[in-house]
């Protein structure tokens, strides 16, 4: 890769989320485990990891099931949900 592509990738600032992964890993008995999304950006051009309360884990899993696409803001680090159902 060219250092002028290297540098055009850097100032993307928008990408697009292509897959989404989800984990959730045990905190131990009696502890509230902890869920996890890994924002796969523009077919991996790059990746963003986002770590939600329970709750708002809950209404993440909504709005990604009820959007026609998803953008990732890298710099402000905001999920975009577009064309709602």
Not at 12 to 23: A, E, F, G, L, W
Not at 67 to 72: K, N, P, R, T
């Amino acid at each position: 890769m060219s250092d002028g592509q290297t540098t055009a990738d850097a100032r993307i600032k928008v990408r697009k989320v292509t897959d989404i992964h989800s984990n959730w890993s045990d905190q131990g008995e009696l502890t509230e485990g902890k869920f996890s999304f890994q924002l796969i950006l523009d077919n991996g051009a790059e990746e963003a990891l986002i770590m939600p309360t329970a709750e708002d884990a809950d209404v993440l899993m909504d709005l990604f099931g009820e959007s026609d696409e998803i953008y990732f803001d890298t710099e402000r680090r905001v999920v975009i949900f577009n064309n709602l159902k």
